[in-house]
């Protein structure tokens, strides 16, 4: 049995997958399978994937696409290793990942998952940001300290660093809801943190996290996001973390204008579909009469004058050293 397994849900990215297939091959830790599932993909992934000569990489391909979720768990119930991780296609590992996550594994008992700072890069793997996170140390959540920490300062474990222990996991039956939509990682996160173990996060940045245009692409992406605040303030409500409901509610509202804002202004969106949303979003109780002056210059802007919008949200994410895709 080996003692990793690395799994790379796939999908029509051929042109991505065969540097992220290399970044693990080339790990100074060695001791892992590499499971490949591809999800029906029509491009040329197949091939890309058998030009690698590799005993450790296994190539599953879906005869129909299940769905990415989906596939995500497809990936949990075929690992055959200690511990398993779940990478994305379009990313690149530093070689040390591996072999600094199964330390920390091994030597605590208590850890059952660990996760590392990233880096960001462009799609032409240009970096954009040497650290996700500017931290001088490592950090150790107890029970219930990641969920306060992910509302009150947004603090997000990367899912393609993210290494769980396969038996705790499979033991409590933890696996990514589909119904929680593109949160469903995050969500999985605070579902593991309910558990009287630790997660460990490595402030040392062993990820190239690519950001590109194909990531924002999922359908119905607002009600799905809408959708998994109610899970979450649920989940919160049944645990009774009441405490934490206020930073959910300000970092889910903010975080859902500021989107809105963007797909309106680009054009992503029309003006009824913007009305809608706002007017869901009043009805789930969202902090949207209480949002800063300047959130509300933002929707005004992307409401009547989606131009001067862009422009000044290009100029903020030159500022803050970050691009929209």
């Not at 590799?54 to 075929?78: C, P, T, V």
């Not at 204008?257 to 007017?279: E, M, P, Q, T």
């Amino acid at each position: 049995m080996p003692k990793v397994t690395v799994a790379i849900p796939t999908y029509n990215r051929a042109h991505y997958l065969k540097e992220a297939i290399e970044s693990v091959l080339a790990q100074t830790f060695k001791d892992y399978e590499l499971l490949i599932l591809d999800n029906a993909s029509t491009d040329n992934t197949e091939e890309v994937v058998k030009s690698f000569d590799d005993a450790r990489i296994r190539y599953i391909k879906n005869e129909i696409n299940i769905g990415g979720i989906n596939n995500f768990n497809k990936a949990l119930d075929m690992a055959k290793g200690e511990y398993v991780i779940i990478f994305h296609d379009d990313d690149i590992m530093k070689p040390e990942l591996l072999e600094k996550e199964v330390e920390i594994l091994d030597k605590n008992d208590d850890v059952v998952l660990v996760a590392t700072n990233i880096s960001i890069i462009n799609k032409r793997g240009m970096i954009l940001k040497q650290r996700e996170k500017e931290l001088d140390n490592d950090i150790i959540f107890e029970k219930y300290d990641f969920i306060y920490k992910l509302f009150k300062e947004n603090f997000v474990l990367p899912c393609p660093t993210v290494m769980l222990r396969t038996d705790f996991i499979n033991r409590n039956n933890i696996r990514f809801r589909p119904e929680i939509g593109p949160n469903a990682d995050g969500y999985m996160w605070m579902e593991i943190n309910l558990y009287n173990k630790k997660i460990l996060f490595l402030h040392e940045p062993l990820l190239m996290y690519r950001h590109h245009e194909g990531q924002d692409s999922s359908n119905n992406f607002l009600d799905r996001n809408i959708k998994g605040y109610q899970y979450a303030l649920k989940l919160i409500k049944e645990n009774k973390l009441e405490y934490i409901i206020p930073y959910l509610k300000k970092n889910a509202t903010y975080y859902l204008i500021s989107v809105l804002s963007n797909k309106l202004a680009y054009g992503y969106i029309k003006r009824d579909d913007f009305k809608r949303y706002i007017d869901k979003l009043k009805e789930e109780e969202f902090w949207i009469n209480d949002i800063k002056v300047s959130y509300k210059l933002r929707l005004f802007l992307s409401y009547y004058c989606p131009i001067i919008a862009i422009i000044l949200h290009k100029v903020k994410m030159i500022i803050t050293n970050q691009k929209y895709y």
